[in-house]
């Protein structure tokens, strides 16, 4: 079987790195629009081969690596060239329920909407990592619409990554992502702004210990990459920013009111989180 | 010398262990309230011998290694102690100010207010490693008013832990940390609860990846103890959650408004934080 990764950036990059390690593919072919990204991955060995689009059919495995508009770009494109008959197509978008409903109805059975809960905040080929993946959920959604043998293939691929495949439909995905990581990235970059915005930014900075870093790391992603996941979670989005909003309001008043026993109680509560993280 | 911890946990537990293999005492004391943490200090080799409070007198050097109302009182009782001539005072508090306002001028002169930016998620003698202070930032504050040899004394102490010291005065001090470290404490306690609040709060947390265990690590921390500090430098934490909820106040009406240019354009702004981090 060949596999195609379309986008050599972290994701697409770890994931043909992974496979590589772990599955049994006889060949691993790449795309990307940017130049250098072609280069790198054909060094690193991350593929054997760098393709143009339409030779993406002699691939019976497809993964699309890309933004999610350009995801939806490409599932249009691939609807209208000579797939192979069994092929198996793949996205890793961060939202799944815009993608899955602009999917061109003759490709959706051989399609699995995929969402790996992995990642760093660096990007392009050179932070591609063959472990990304292990022990790392992997969500597939909506699979009524998918084939089984489609469904078995991608499974078959994940559970050979040591993944943790999880079933979920769509609307839940999105909603949940919004809250596990698309806030969150909003509330880090937040965070980001606030701190630069003070006249002595860089005394400030220079204090940062390994809590700050931590809370600030995820302002480090590529934000061409998180405005398009925004904008295609944008009611969930703004639900769970309400949501974190609203605790933040509850700290603020208990402290302006010097309520500091209902302040700890607040703290105690959220400190139960780690119990069932 | 002798060195007396007074508050065997992370932070008094870690130094002693660094001074320990760093610097030249001939025998480390420790006092602590709970009864665990003395058998645990001793059987980890953390101290050689745990004491009497009124016993601290036979030290050189004293480290306050304890939630900050606790240290304004341990102040007032040490000053009423007969302490050695050339005892050297310091305190680890996470703010500067209300400490050395409160701090009895009898031993003002032998204080050196120290706030090492360090520091772990747990707690706990059994949370200390020797590591800990190893090329972290160690702020002393308010120079002035301490005597030249403890200075030094204080000083050379931290430089054999191979910290990076930083003098600056108190009010400086307590706004930066309300940035660098109290408001983003804040800001994980409510991104945990917001989590938490939600009826699925089980199937989102499943999802949880590297992104969102970064950013929700601070709130493990100790409510105890923050509670304290929150509590001492109320006015900057104010300004500092002011600040931050402005920056999130921009990102919502952006997303509001299916702004996504600026949207990127403040993202962009956010992720030259780390130019300067």
Redesign the interface.
């Known amino acids: 079987m060949i596999l195609g990764v379309i986008g050599l950036g972290l994701m697409g990059g770890s994931f043909a790195l992974s496979c590589k390690n772990n599955y049994n593919f006889s060949k691993i072919v790449g795309i990307d629009h940017n130049k250098s990204h072609k280069e790198k991955a054909l060094k690193l060995g991350i593929v054997d081969e760098i393709i143009e689009f339409n030779e993406i059919i002699q691939c019976d495995v497809i993964v699309l690596s890309i933004p999610i508009c350009a995801i939806i770009c490409v599932l249009e494109d691939l609807s209208k060239l000579p797939l192979k008959e069994n092929v198996t197509i793949i996205d890793f978008g961060s939202t799944k329920k815009e993608i899955i409903d602009k999917c061109p109805s003759n490709i959706r059975p051989k399609f699995v909407p995929s969402h790996p809960?992995?990642?760093?905040?660096y990007s392009g080929p050179e932070a591609a990592i063959p472990n990304l993946f292990e022990n790392?959920?992997m969500?597939i959604c909506d699979i009524k619409d998918t084939n089984k043998y489609q469904l078995n293939i991608a499974m078959e691929i994940y559970e050979s990554l040591n993944t943790n495949i999880?079933l979920m439909n769509s609307d839940?995905h999105d909603r949940?992502?919004a809250?596990?990581?698309h806030?969150?990235?909003?509330?880090?970059?937040?965070?980001?702004?606030?701190?630069?915005?003070?006249e002595?930014?860089?005394?400030?900075?220079?204090?940062?210990?390994?809590?700050?870093?931590?809370?600030?790391?995820?302002?480090?992603s590529n934000?061409?990459m998180?405005?398009d996941i925004?904008?295609s979670n944008?009611e969930n989005?703004?639900d769970?920013?309400d949501?974190?909003?609203?605790?933040?309001k509850?700290?603020?008043k208990l402290?302006?009111k010097?309520k500091?026993?209902e302040?700890?109680s607040?703290?105690?509560?959220?400190?139960?989180?780690?119990q069932?993280?």
Do not use: C
């Not at 809960?117 to 905040?121: D, H, N, V």
């Not at 949501?243 to 933040?248: D, Q, R, T």
């Open positions: 809960m992995a990642g760093t905040e790392k959920v969500v999880r839940e949940h992502a809250f596990i990581s806030m969150p990235h909003i509330v880090s970059y937040s965070l980001a702004n606030a701190v630069l915005k003070q002595d930014n860089e005394h400030i900075v220079a204090l940062a210990a390994g809590g700050f870093r931590s809370m600030a790391r995820l302002a480090k934000p061409a998180w405005k925004f904008e944008e989005l703004l769970a920013i949501a974190f909003k609203k605790e933040l509850i700290a603020k402290i302006k010097k500091y026993n302040l700890y607040w703290m105690n509560k959220g400190n139960t989180l780690h069932i993280l």
